[in-house]
């Protein structure tokens, strides 16, 4: 698998991830609970510990996900024997999931089941911690497009790959997050106009994992893989 290709889709799925409907809307509520209560334009010393904060949030759960990514690797390389069936099933996955991105036609997806954490973070440690575990318990809204890439991360055969997906993944979500919190009153702007945007980015979000699934269950995957790289060179 070509690793530009590979990276570059995780990081727009990321991106992705930031925009769904239950993570775009909630973001304010995240830095409340990482900053306290978080005026529009907080002091210069309140937005760097923010800023500070989110950052530790981001790596709790950004080493959440590679170390997911890490165990799919390992178990397909385990099963590697079966690597066309694993494709197979991995793919109808993966398409199910973007299909219910546009459809909606699997209710218990929509279930959301997230971590209640009762003391706000204090310190780097705490917010990294924090951010662990809100990565383990994330709502299913986010799953869908989290499974797909840790699964295409696992069609890489390489333990280094897979968690590289997994790292550029958590830079496409992360990274909005911490502009977020450095930038909050552009933010709320900025939010306010994407609000009318979600459902849109929703259905982008369920043909990316449909395009995933079929390359994946194709194995085409690999195939786009050198394209890009043949044109790279090209170039």
Same mark, same amino acid.
């Given at each position: 698998?070509?690793? +530009? ?23 304010? @509520?995240?830095?409340?609970? %990482?900053?306290?209560? !978080? ?16 950052? @530790? ?9 590679? !170390?997911?990514?890490?165990?799919? @690797? ?8 079966? !690597? ?54 994330? @709502? ?6 989290? +499974? ?21 993944? +958590? ?18 702007? %900025?939010?306010?106009? %994407? ?18 699934? !079929? ?21």
């Amino acid at each position: 698998m070509n690793n +530009t290709v590979s990276v570059g889709v995780s990081f727009v799925a990321g991106l992705l991830s930031f925009c769904s409907p239950c993570v775009l809307p909630l973001i304010p @509520s995240y830095l409340a609970f %990482l900053g306290g209560s !978080v005026p529009s334009s907080p002091k210069p010393g309140a937005r760097f510990r923010l800023a500070a904060l989110t950052t @530790s949030f981001i790596l709790g759960f950004g080493a959440v996900f590679t !170390v997911l990514s890490i165990l799919f @690797s390992g178990v397909m390389i385990f099963f590697g024997g079966a !690597v066309l069936f694993i494709n197979i099933i991995s793919g109808i996955v993966v398409i199910m999931l973007g299909l219910n991105g546009l459809l909606e036609f699997l209710p218990f997806l929509n279930y959301e089941k997230r971590l209640r954490l009762s003391k706000r973070p204090r310190s780097l440690v705490e917010g990294f911690l924090a951010g662990a575990a809100f990565g383990a318990g994330w @709502s299913p809204c986010v799953g869908p497009i989290l +499974t797909g890439i840790l699964l295409l991360a696992g069609q890489s055969g390489a333990l280094f790959d897979a968690a590289l997906c997994l790292v550029f993944y +958590t830079a496409g979500l992360g990274l909005p997050f911490l502009a977020a919190s450095v930038l909050l009153d552009r933010f709320f702007v %900025l939010t306010g106009k %994407l609000k009318t945007r979600l459902p849109l980015l929703q259905k982008i979000s369920g043909v990316l994992l449909i395009v995933i699934g !079929v390359l994946i269950i194709s194995g085409r995957y690999q195939a786009l893989g050198a394209f890009f790289a043949r044109s790279g060179y090209a170039l």
